[in-house]
């Protein structure tokens, strides 16, 4: 059961991370190069923010998953899991939150944005909340590959010993 459970938590894990890193890293700055007004890159990446934000949920949930199977056998470990499952989780909300808020001033039948100040201000909100989400999620991982490798290594003595 546990390996199968790590095989679907890294593929969900390693779509999400890496969807959200390859997004945020390259595909919104290729978006506002080619495109010749911003507001047609906001509306592709106002749609695919929205899907990354969902996995991001199915993921949290997995890493909750993780976290307390790894407090059984490592509960220090456990509990830091659980800490950046918390703070990943709560940076989703505020994303959730905010995106409803730019979606309010975007005008996507015009194609433009109905109040400038207010998405300039919620736009910095999201990129703070994502910058959270994604260093949240890179401790996450070096946290479970560390407490993985732990608990491995004491089954395998366990086991060794009987």
Request: glycine share 8%; aromatic share 10%; hydrophobic share 55%.
């Amino acid at each position: 059961m546990i390996p199968c459970f790590r095989i679907l938590f890294l593929l969900v894990f390693s779509l999400y991370w890496g969807g959200l890193t390859f997004y945020t890293g390259f595909v919104v700055r290729v978006a506002h190069d080619v495109l010749n007004d911003p507001m047609d890159g906001g509306l592709i990446t106002q749609r695919v923010t929205l899907l990354i934000q969902w996995l991001g949920v199915v993921c949290v949930l997995l890493m909750a998953v993780n976290g307390l199977m790894v407090m059984r056998n490592a509960p220090k470990l456990g509990i830091s899991l659980m800490v950046c499952a918390i703070i990943l989780g709560g940076s989703l909300v505020g994303l959730f939150i905010v995106h409803g808020h730019l979606d309010a001033v975007i005008d996507v039948e015009a194609s433009e944005i109905i109040d400038r100040d207010a998405f300039t201000i919620g736009h910095r909100r999201y990129n703070q909340l994502t910058t959270i989400q994604w260093l949240a999620t890179l401790t996450y991982l070096l946290v479970t590959v560390f407490a993985w490798r732990r608990i491995d290594a004491t089954s395998v003595t366990d086991n060794g010993a009987q």
